[in-house]
């Protein structure tokens, strides 16, 4: 069950409403939370009057929003008391993101259950162009599969690289080397439909914030050591932002001088030059010749093998607990949740932490949590849709009568 339902009673929160919105919301949250129950227990548990439960039900079936089941009293005297259950395919989104070198597309209803999927390989040395091709490649045909019955109410692109909130734009992608300025805006104009546009690892913490509500109490980092590595932080359940939109590029950071290696965005020295999967694919090569460049499978792989030892892995990790260290050091986080395809390796995992723990003061030891989360954690595909599914519930459950 997702959170939206779990909070769907209290939507008209903040905005001018009536009584009978938030009347109308309980009784659409309350079918969410007990699939199956009549109007005659809803009318009992939510204490209303049975004529306003009849009219905002009848309302909430014509909307496709509540669908009518069984007859529970069936050969009982008395008038049929008839389930009620929430028809969560009434709207769907489609959520695309990145993963390593895939562009992922998956469409969505309104509690995160996916109905469909697509994806497509991305070259590293693909133009503007081609990308805008293979988005809209990738949304189209998901368009087409969605059911007449459910309606699309938009597209959440969560996006890996540097984006321009207010151009809209992509500025660039190391993984995809040509990006430059690819506009977004351009995007929703193709595809036709509304479009949420966020960083990837802002969408990620934006579904955790919702999906724990501890964790929108103080300050909550989000870090990730995958394809690429960076870094998103909440206090007290808001995400910070610059004003361009970028935060925490702690991947593109050169924290050792005596690093000498070029990145992929073209500066000397940085973090993802020598700790990120792709970095660690060019140095381990000989090695481990398999070493794989997706994050699932490396997940997968990892799994087999004993890479703590290895010089390279420890320089790595060494780095990946210094820039975290240096994070903590300014934020100074209640909690730190660590997402990457190494936390499979218990050694690894254990490494990091205490590198980290040795380069933070003493008495921070017992405050802050590192909490790690599963390298297949696909959080982005909630969290960049979430808006859309919230304004759509905020405006169908306004009361008609
Ligand atoms: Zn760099």
């Known amino acids: 069950m997702s959170r939206i339902c779990e909070e769907i009673g209290k939507i008209h929160k903040n905005t001018r409403h009536r009584v009978k919105d938030d009347e109308k919301s309980q009784i659409y949250q309350i079918i969410c939370l007990e699939p199956g129950i009549t109007r005659k227990t809803i009318v009992k ?22 669908i009518e089941g069984e007859v529970k009293n069936e050969g009982k005297a008395g008038r049929p008391e008839i389930s009620l259950s929430a028809n969560y395919n009434v709207s769907v989104c489609i959520a695309v993101y990145v993963l390593s070198k ?3 597309a998956v469409v969505v209803n309104l509690i995160g259950d996916v109905l469909f999927e697509n994806e497509i390989y991305v070259p590293e040395e693909i133009t503007n162009d081609e990308l805008m091709t293979r988005l809209v490649g990738i949304i ?15 597209v959440g692109l969560s996006f890996t690289g540097s984006i321009n909130r207010i151009s809209q734009k992509l500025m660039n992608e190391v993984r995809w080397s040509n990006i430059q300025r690819l506009s977004l805006k351009d995007l929703r104009d193709i595809v036709g439909c509304e479009m949420t546009i966020l960083p990837s690892l802002e969408a990620q913490l ?12 103080g300050g909550t980092l989000l870090y990730h050591w995958g394809y690429g590595i ?3 932080y909440a206090k007290n359940g808001h995400i910070i932002t610059s004003t361009p939109g970028y935060v925490m590029e702690i991947g593109h950071i050169p924290f050792d001088s005596s690093n000498t290696i070029r990145c992929k965005c073209g500066r000397i020295g940085c973090l993802e030059a020598t700790a990120s999967i792709w970095a660690l694919q060019q140095q381990l090569k000989d090695q481990y010749p398999d070493f794989p460049e997706d994050e699932n499978e490396l997940s997968r792989y990892l799994i087999n093998i004993k890479l703590a030892d290895s010089p390279i892995m420890k320089y790595a990790v060494e780095s990946i607990a210094n820039s975290l260290a240096i994070l903590h050091e300014i934020l100074f986080p209640d909690r730190i949740i660590f997402l990457s395809s190494f936390t499979v390796n218990p050694r690894l995992f254990a490494d990091v932490k205490e590198k980290f723990l040795e380069n933070i003061s003493l008495s921070m030891h017992k405050n802050t949590e ?10 982005e595909v909630f969290g960049s849709t979430y808006g859309l599914f919230h304004k759509f519930l905020r405006e169908q459950l306004i009361a008609a009568n």
Request: hydrophobic residues 40%; glycine residues 4%.
């Open 102 to 104: 895939y562009l992922k």
């Open 45 to 66: 548990k939510l204490n209303l009057r049975p004529t306003s439960v009849s009219n905002m039900v009848s309302e909430l079936i014509n909307q496709n929003l509540v």
């Open 206 to 217: 934006a579904h955790l914030l919702l999906e724990v509500p501890s964790y929108r109490k």
């Open 230 to 232: 960076g870094a998103s």
């Open 140 to 154: 189209n045909p998901l368009k087409n599969q969605i059911p007449a019955a459910s309606k699309l109410l938009g």
């Open 370 to 379: 590192l909490i790690p989360l599963s390298p297949e954690f696909r959080g």
